[in-house]
């Protein structure tokens, strides 16, 4: 009976420095160009519904954090997903919430990846659709990159913007201050 207890205490101590580590990254993070504010459910499944997923896409999460956003896609499209972060605790909270969610089989797809690099130096030539909620700093930094992607490429963006001739832009703005931009770049 002595173990068990001493079993439960050790387990609420990992849980107690687990959450400790995860909130010291949350506040940390807003030293960063872009700190981690989780996207709210709502506003993801909105900015999925908006994105108008078709099989070829390619999708990626700049920024992807706990990795919200691309598990709610992997759970419902067969697609390419890439989710980029560059916190190495984040990285590994998304990497084993897809794991949770592949032991039980709610994924759509099995092509998934999650790196850790910054998003700025990431070639995104290939992607033809990007979610992200980042900062309008961040924004004007990738625009150079964004305006690489191919003709109707689209960049879901939430609350933050950026401006190109290059692209198609539309708001969407939502209840309270909330916004969603999405973006299609022009055929060249």
């Not at 107690?16 to 030293?31: D, G, H, P, Q, W």
């Not at 797809?109 to 070639?123: P, R, V």
């Amino acid at each position: 009976m002595n173990t068990f207890f001493i079993a439960v205490q050790i387990f609420y101590l990992l849980l107690a420095l687990i959450l400790i580590i995860y909130l010291l990254n949350t506040v940390l993070s807003f030293r960063k160009l872009v700190p981690y504010v989780p996207t709210p459910y709502k506003i993801i499944k909105k900015m999925i519904r908006l994105a108008d997923i078709k099989p070829a896409d390619k999708i990626i999460d700049l920024g992807s954090g706990s990795g919200r956003i691309i598990l709610e896609i992997a759970k419902k499209f067969p697609n390419q997903i890439t989710g980029i972060d560059n916190s190495p605790i984040l990285i590994f909270i998304t990497r084993w919430r897809f794991w949770l969610h592949k032991i039980f089989g709610r994924l759509k797809t099995k092509n998934y990846q999650i790196i850790k690099t910054d998003f700025l130096n990431y070639d995104l030539s290939q992607e033809t659709l990007i979610f992200c909620f980042l900062t309008n700093q961040a924004m004007e930094k990738l625009a150079a990159n964004f305006e690489k992607l191919p003709g109707g490429a689209k960049i879901i963006s939430y609350h933050f913007h950026f401006n190109s001739d290059e692209f198609q832009q539309q708001r969407i703005d939502i209840k309270g201050r909330a916004k969603i931009y999405i973006y299609v770049k022009l055929a060249s």
